[in-house]
């Protein structure tokens, strides 16, 4: 297959969208040419031009009825899944994960380290940046998400205190020269030494600098966000908590629009009552992520994590002490449980996990069903909003032969 065969076909797709910007669905219909979205317009007002194709040779037509067209969605916060992890520094470990997240309608992810030895985030950042450059997967890593080392030795949560230390700057600039461009978020705790001038570094080099894993007080992030900080990581999690007379980590996130922020909608890293002022106060500027680690898509039991013992017990993922140590499901699982345990309409869930994420890690091309975004789509079922079929870059995805379909004049192939 070429690329000019390739080019030649037109995908007419057509059933309920949900663009991903919070409007409520419509019946339509979503064109794909060239591994992009050509067009997206309501039923009743399709175009001649399209409807003509619909008994043409030259375009390939699929009306999937009631079943919901969404963008894929963006977890910016993922370390693992189907038995594999980011830190094995593997390509068949991330192309394992990498299938798993993809059947489940994740197309996009920032491949997120842990706290770590700097051969092994060196390792991790290598394994990471050629299967993006070499295996058609491989474009469903949009970068990487560092975090750790650069951590609050207080605030560790499931990163191994052992190698948690100040930020060294000569480490990012070792690892912008070996892989430019690929580092797109630095998590790192604001009120260490070192961290203003990591955090200018992260900001010349198009890196989101965000806090996380921090005791930073609140005037101390206030700080920070002077200097360009811009996100803070799982809101709530592995951070100083807000009291009334010192708002710490978590009131100034609430406080300041400057901040964007995560949840993890997994039935224990928040209350729902949190999850609900988290949603209320920051509204646009909080999206969905999942902070899975190997076991997710995998059964009950005991694994490890950044050498460290996790246990798995329904679902759950725990220290022996009890400390969360990530989460087990993919993002449509989040989607799901904000529409049904949090009563969240499904236009606003899916925003949550598509334009949101999209924006927050400048990811200029994905996250809506619109006219030259890239075609990376999934098909949810009404009932149950089960993932029918993932579209990545224009191509369907096979969970079970692990191949791709490519479009042409001669069909779907």
């Known amino acids: 297959m070429t ?9 007419v797709l057509k059933g309920t969208i949900l663009d991903g910007s919070g409007r409520e669905p419509f019946s339509g219909y979503v064109t794909v040419e060239q591994g992009r979205i050509a067009s997206v317009f309501p039923e009743e007002e399709a175009p001649a031009e399209v409807m003509s194709q619909l008994d043409s ?4 037509v699929l009306d999937f009825g009631n079943a919901y067209l969404t963008p894929g969605l963006i977890d910016i916060h993922l370390h693992g899944g189907a038995g594999a992890d980011v830190m094995d520094g593997s390509a068949d470990s991330l192309i394992r994960m990498l299938r798993y997240y993809l059947a489940h ?3 996009s992810i920032l491949a997120t380290t842990l706290t770590a030895p700097k051969l092994d985030i060196d390792r991790a950042l290598a394994a990471a940046f050629s299967v ?5 997967i491989g474009q469903v890593i949009q970068g990487v998400h560092l975090e750790g080392p650069f951590l609050s030795p207080k605030w560790p949560g499931a990163q191994h205190p052992q190698w948690i230390c100040n930020p060294q700057t000569a ?3 070792d690892w912008t020269s070996r892989f430019p461009g690929f580092i797109r978020m630095l998590t790192l705790a604001p009120e260490l030494e070192g961290a203003e001038e990591a955090v200018a570094y992260a900001l010349e080099h198009s890196i ?3 806090c996380g894993h921090s005791d930073a007080t609140y005037d101390q992030v206030r700080t920070a966000i002077g200097w360009g900080i811009s996100h803070a990581v799982h809101c709530c999690n592995a951070m100083r908590p807000f009291h009334h007379r010192e708002p710490g980590v978590v009131g100034a996130v609430l406080l300041h629009d400057e901040l964007s922020t995560e949840i993890n909608v997994d039935g224990y890293h928040l209350h729902p009552a949190a999850v609900e002022l988290i949603l209320r106060l920051k509204q646009d500027r909080v999206c969905v992520i ?10 009950d039991g005991v694994y490890h994590l950044a050498g460290l013992e996790v246990h798995v017990e329904q679902g759950a993922a725990r220290f022996a002490d009890g400390t969360i140590a990530g989460s087990t499901i993919p993002l449509v699982q989040t989607v799901r449980n904000l529409v049904q345990m949090h009563g969240k309409s499904l236009p606003e869930a899916v925003k949550h996990a598509t334009s949101i994420p999209a924006g927050i890690v400048k990811l200029h091309s994905k996250g809506l069903l619109k006219a030259g975004y890239d075609a990376d789509l999934v098909v949810l079922e009404p009932e149950g909003l089960q993932v029918k079929r993932v579209m990545l870059g224009g191509d369907w ?7 791709f379909a490519y479009i042409s004049r001669r069909g779907l192939l």
């Open 3 to 11: 690329e000019r065969e390739r080019s030649a076909g037109r995908l």
């Open 57 to 60: 040779t030259d375009a390939q």
């Open 105 to 107: 309608g994740t197309t």
């Open 132 to 136: 993006q450059q070499t295996e058609r």
């Open 171 to 173: 480490w990012l600039r």
């Open 208 to 210: 989101i600098a965000a």
């Open 290 to 299: 999942t902070d899975s680690m190997r076991a997710a898509g995998m059964t």
């Open 397 to 403: 995805y096979d969970p079970e032969t692990h191949d």
